[in-house]
């Protein structure tokens, strides 16, 4: 029997309890540690039966832990009472200090809840402080921030009579003791979780990085990481064989690159652009041997980290095959499939691109165009004079300066716009001497050119011979005018030649050379066979259009070969 006057009980109690304290800390997990809980009432403290009712995530109590009873243990185990019933049990009957009592007297009303209970039968107390069987006694368990983490319930003290004072402070202690030891647990066990997940991660993370690595090294085509921005931006970091195969170069070497220092000279604004943005282009990156190999190139931006470096992932793949189809079908479009000269689209294209709409009457020297481009506009009411400089903001419209149109013109408040072929029109005009007789002007000569004899060649001999003698007719054109200038074949046995910077005497004895060149025999198939050639000379000027200029190219070979007789025409 335990009383104030018996100090060698409470010497026992506290043995028992620092026995059963210390075997707290011995359990390794969270269910070993509620179990010893309750084995450490029904063992040191002298209940016949414990168990712990553990705060879940969602505040209600579980059952997770007893001891005294197997049958009862079975029978509650794992069930679950309301966080508002524990709420209502903890705030009845008598409070001693931190411990909770509801006396059989008062405890009938709570027959009905939803927190589990497990009685006995027994007689009533013979006296005041005897234990009753429906007598309650619980020690919450709180964590160190003051939420509750559980709640101990007990019963049946093995000597039948209610805890004294000091029976009542042990549990408490022990109650202390327990929840120290289950928060612990819990934090052994959420540490132990989380090494679980980040050695999963990283081993997910071993696993993509050695899928990346091998799809990046046994890619069938090229793949680099290149770093973005800072002074080293584009260096290549790291290339892959295939991208060392298609340029000729090892690893090694392409580390000390960038694309840059790879690609053409003409497609270096392209390969800036798509760095920059992301994206896709196609341009020519060069090999070790000099040469240089169409590429289709796709750009990344990756990511290392949430704030770290950033990288251009890029993927190379060797299109030189299908840019070779692509030019040779273009070149088909626009060339004579039998000559392999420039075909009548073609011309017309090189011819219009050199054109305008504005007629360049009078020709302007260097130092009258350069005056007239920066010469004060009298519209602009002395704003020169005056010293005003209008700001950058409003002096321009339009895109500036890059690909594509240059700047609108000026534009100063107040007056009307400058026209659009003005002095800031920066298209070079084609003119064209003012009379036949060379008066220093320099143009663009267009040389209408049509083959005397042709048809009764070909009437006679067939279409091989025909075909053989302006296959002969086009290479001996092109052999005699200069590097630049255009030899194209309108059809038939018609041909043109554009020649630039010719002046009107220049242009007669192009025609000239060009008609000696023709006149001596072709052989064919051991035949020798002969052409003559009738040349009108016209001149584009802008104002014209490309059919305007070859229609008076063709007046004039009709008039020049009219003014000849017809044996002089023939040569064939």
């Known amino acids: 029997m335990?009383?104030?006057?018996?100090?060698?009980?409470?010497?026992?109690?506290?043995?028992?309890?620092?026995?059963?304290?210390?075997?707290?800390?011995?359990?390794?997990?969270?269910?070993?540690?509620?179990?010893?809980?309750?084995?450490?009432?029904?063992?040191?403290?002298?209940?016949?039966?414990?168990?712990?009712?553990?705060?879940?995530?969602?505040?209600?109590?579980?059952?997770?832990?007893?001891?005294?009873?197997?049958?009862?243990?079975?029978?509650?185990?794992?069930?679950?009472?309301?966080?508002?019933?524990?709420?209502?049990?903890?705030?009845?009957?008598?409070?001693?200090?931190?411990?909770?009592?509801?006396?059989?007297?008062?405890?009938?009303?709570?027959?009905?809840?939803?927190?589990?209970?497990?009685?006995?039968?027994?007689?009533?107390?013979?006296?005041?402080?005897?234990?009753?069987?429906?007598?309650?006694?619980?020690?919450?368990?709180?964590?160190?921030?003051?939420?509750?983490?559980?709640?101990?319930?007990?019963?049946?003290?093995?000597?039948?009579?209610?805890?004294?004072?000091?029976?009542?402070?042990?549990?408490?202690?022990?109650?202390?003791?327990?929840?120290?030891?289950?928060?612990?647990?819990?934090?052994?066990?959420?540490?132990?979780?989380?090494?679980?997940?980040?050695?999963?991660?990283?081993?997910?993370?071993?696993?993509?990085?050695?899928?990346?690595?091998?799809?990046?090294?046994?890619?069938?085509?090229?793949?680099?990481?290149?770093?973005?921005?800072?002074?080293?931006?584009?260096?290549?970091?790291?290339?892959?064989?295939?991208l060392c195969r298609l340029l000729g170069r090892p690893a090694s070497v392409l580390r000390r690159y960038s694309f840059s220092d790879l690609v053409h000279p003409e497609d270096i604004g392209t390969l800036l652009r798509t760095s920059a943005e992301g994206g896709r282009a196609e341009l020519r990156l060069g090999r070790r041997d000099g040469t240089y190999v169409w590429v289709s190139l796709r750009n990344s931006v990756v990511a290392d980290a949430a704030d770290g470096p950033r990288f251009l992932l890029t993927h190379v793949e060797d299109i030189e095959e299908r840019k070779r189809h692509e030019l040779q079908l273009a070149h088909r479009a626009s060339h004579d499939s039998l000559t392999g000269l420039p075909n009548s689209a073609e011309l017309r294209a090189r011819l219009g691109a050199r054109l305008c709409r504005r007629p360049q009457s009078v020709r302007a020297t260097a130092v009258e165009a350069l005056d007239a481009a920066y010469e004060t506009r009298p519209e602009a009411g002395g704003a020169a004079e005056h010293g005003f400089q209008p700001d950058a903001s409003h002096v321009f419209s339009g895109p500036g300066p890059g690909p594509g149109p240059g700047p609108e013109p000026f534009e100063y408040p107040g007056t009307l716009p400058a026209p659009a072929d003005g002095p800031y029109d920066h298209h070079v005009h084609t003119v064209a001497p003012a009379t036949d007789v060379d008066d220093g002007t320099k143009g663009l000569a267009v040389l209408f050119c049509d083959l005397d004899g042709f048809k009764s060649i070909n009437d006679r001999f067939g279409h091989h011979t025909g075909d053989a003698v302006l296959i002969e007719v086009a290479r001996r054109l092109t052999t005699g005018v200069r590097d630049g200038d255009t030899v194209a074949r309108l059809g038939g046995d018609e041909f043109v030649v554009l020649a630039d910077g010719l002046g009107a005497a220049d242009a007669a004895d192009l025609a000239v050379r060009l008609r000696n060149a023709i006149i001596p025999p072709i052989r064919v198939d051991g035949r020798a066979v002969r052409v003559g050639a009738s040349f009108g000379i016209g001149w584009a000027s802008c104002g014209m259009s490309a059919d305007e200029v070859l229609r008076s190219a063709d007046q004039r070979m009709y008039i020049e070969k009219r003014s000849r007789s017809k044996a002089h025409r023939r040569a064939g």
């Open 2 to 242: 335990e009383t104030e006057s018996e100090p060698y009980v409470r010497l026992a109690t506290l043995r028992q309890l620092h026995r059963v304290v210390a075997e707290l800390n011995t359990a390794r997990s969270l269910a070993d540690t509620l179990q010893t809980v309750v084995d450490g009432i029904v063992v040191g403290l002298g209940y016949e039966l414990a168990c712990v009712n553990l705060v879940r995530p969602d505040g209600d109590l579980v059952v997770a832990a007893f001891a005294g009873d197997p049958a009862a243990e079975a029978l509650i185990t794992g069930r679950v009472g309301s966080r508002a019933s524990w709420e209502r049990r903890l705030t009845m009957g008598e409070n001693w200090d931190g411990l909770r009592f509801i006396p059989h007297t008062e405890g009938w009303v709570l027959m009905e809840d939803d927190v589990p209970q497990w009685h006995t039968d027994g007689p009533e107390p013979r006296f005041e402080d005897e234990w009753h069987p429906e007598d309650r006694l619980y020690a919450p368990m709180y964590a160190s921030g003051g939420e509750l983490l559980g709640v101990i319930s007990v019963d049946r003290p093995r000597n039948g009579r209610r805890p004294g004072a000091w029976g009542r402070e042990a549990l408490q202690m022990y109650a202390f003791q327990a929840a120290i030891a289950i928060s612990n647990a819990r934090l052994r066990a959420n540490m132990q979780r989380a090494l679980v997940r980040l050695e999963r991660e990283q081993q997910a993370l071993r696993a993509s990085e050695e899928s990346f690595r091998q799809a990046f090294e046994y890619a069938p085509s090229g793949m680099a990481i290149a770093e973005m921005g800072g002074d080293q931006h584009g260096r290549l970091l790291r290339t892959n064989d295939a």
